[in-house]
């Protein structure tokens, strides 16, 4: 299975089980901010950024805190990840996840 083929699975997973919304996120939902794009489509347009992260291994959508976010799987979580990574996107949170490597069997 390619990098690619793993990569959509992932996010085809994440979008089922967590839905598909454009609600704001958390922290501007309380500042009264509305994204202006579906968390789809920032996703789909930052995807290709992300994963050109060194030890950045996959991207979906996920929830948090009751909100629609940006879920970043990286292999391991080191300071140099967090700097390259912004806190959101588009005004969706993002949250990076610690995965370890991940291999096609």
Request: proline share 6%; glycine share 10%; hydrophobic share 40%.
């Amino acid at each position: 299975m390619s990098r690619v083929t793993a990569l959509a699975g992932t996010v085809c997973v994440a979008v089922a089980t967590f839905g598909c919304g454009d609600r704001a996120t958390g922290q501007d939902r309380e500042a009264g901010i509305m994204p202006d794009k579906t968390i789809e489509a920032v996703l789909a347009e930052h995807t290709d950024t992300l994963m050109a992260i060194p030890g950045v291994v996959g991207t979906a959508q996920s929830e948090c805190d009751g909100a629609p976010c940006i879920k970043v799987y990286a292999a391991e979580i080191t300071d140099e990840l967090r700097s390259r990574i912004p806190p959101t996107i588009e005004g969706y949170t993002v949250s990076i996840q610690e995965t370890g490597p991940i291999r096609a069997r």
